[in-house]
T-cell receptor, first 116, second 115 residues
């Protein structure tokens, strides 16, 4: 299994500013994933972060808006840049971990962001 | 490409009644299928998963789901609802292998349990 922690757990920010969210895993993992859950909606994958290479973004998400760092196998950051109220969401970090041919997916507790 | 459709954004049952939450998926490859539960202001918790093998999967809290390939369905059931089951439930699908973490989620179903 994998235990994931995120910082901050929540924040209230002003529009036009940026927030960096940290994700720490208790074991080394190859890939880390960032998801967004907008109010009352489901989860949407933002990007996949591999250590030592640039993140891969899903359709509708761009690096300038959501830059990601992956400095080692247990840590990643997601920055929400130039925020607007539409960025108010829960941002979740996720990893896969496992043996025997199946990787189970684990989610962090999320960072609840409110943009005023 | 994958997709998940959860039929019914809100389901209401009486305490002790059967819970049935519907999920249909589409996937071009053999899928992994999941049900997650999210309580208010909390993170996602895995209820159960289907990867390979037995198509009837049992999870935590008395929930189970059956993978029906012919119907592309993975409906979640519980014989007797409890008040503590009130939450948001998400069905998800992912590929196997290196894409296992790239899950596609349904829109969610809010389960209300009436006393």
């Amino acid at each position: 299994s994998a235990v994931i922690s995120q910082k901050p757990s929540r924040d209230i920010c002003q529009r036009g500013t940026s927030l960096t969210i940290q994700c720490q895993v208790d074991s080394q993992v190859t890939m880390m994933f960032w998801y967004r859950q907008q109010p009352g909606q489901s989860l949407t994958l933002i990007a996949t972060a591999n250590q030592g290479s640039e993140a891969t973004y899903e359709s509708g998400f761009v690096i300038d808006k959501f830059p990601i760092s992956r400095p080692n196998l247990t840590f990643s950051t997601l920055t929400v840049s130039n925020m607007s109220p539409e960025d108010s969401s829960i941002y979740l970090c996720s990893v896969t971990s496992g043996t025997g041919g199946y990787d189970e997916q684990f989610f962090g507790p999320g960072t609840r962001l409110t943009v005023l | 490409a994958q997709s998940v459709t959860q039929l019914g954004s809100h389901v209401s049952v009486s305490e002790g009644a059967l819970v049935l939450l519907r999920c249909n998926y589409s996937s071009s490859v053999p899928p992994y299928l999941f049900w997650y539960v999210q309580y208010p202001n909390q993170g996602l918790q895995l209820l159960l998963k289907y990867t390979t093998g037995a198509t009837l999967v049992k999870g935590i809290n008395g929930f189970e789901a059956e993978f029906k390939k012919s119907e592309t369905s993975f409906h979640l059931t519980k014989p007797s609802a409890h008040m503590s089951d009130a939450a948001e439930y998400f069905c998800a699908v992912s590929d196997q292998g290196t894409n296992a973490g790239k899950s596609t989620f349904g829109d969610g179903t809010t389960l209300t349990v009436k006393p």
